[in-house]
Nanobody, 120 residues
Framework: QVHLVESGGGLVQAGGSLRLSCVASGGIFRFNAMRWYRQAPGKQRELGATITSGGSTNYADSVKGRFTISRDNAKNTMFLQMNSLKPEDTAVYSC??????????????WGQGTQVTVSS
């Protein structure tokens, strides 16, 4: 069974940096696309960044140029390097991963989330 666990969140001042990790446990997996989402209080969940199995990346305009998504397939791990953080980046950050099975189905897995708080 696939479990995704995020870590690295915390409290940081505006302009600071954090590095989030998302580790998959339960076996060795060949994930397709992996993503970081975030949800601020009272707001809808927002897709922040995506990375494909081949390493192609895509970012929301709100984080482009400040955040970098990466992955280490050998370690079943995805990262989000967040620089120049702003108070509006305050949210719960969750990782998401797609896994295709030999049956042809694709499952979407989620982590529980990690809180990021940016003070002004």
């Amino acid at each position: 069974q696939v479990h995704l666990v995020e870590s690295g969140g915390g409290l940081v001042q505006a302009g600071g940096s954090l590095r989030l990790s998302c580790v998959a446990s339960g076996g060795i997996f060949r994930f397709n696309a992996m993503r970081w989402y975030r949800q601020a209080p009272g707001k809808q969940r927002e897709l922040g960044a995506t990375i494909t199995s081949g390493g192609s990346t895509n970012y929301a305009d709100s984080v482009k140029g400040r955040f970098t998504i990466s992955r280490d397939n050998a370690k079943n791990t995805m990262f989000l390097q967040m620089n120049s953080l702003k108070p509006e980046d305050t949210a719960v950050y969750s990782c998401n991963a797609d896994l295709s099975y030999v049956s042809g189905s694709t499952m979407h897995y989620w982590g529980q989330g990690t809180q990021v708080t940016v003070s002004s």
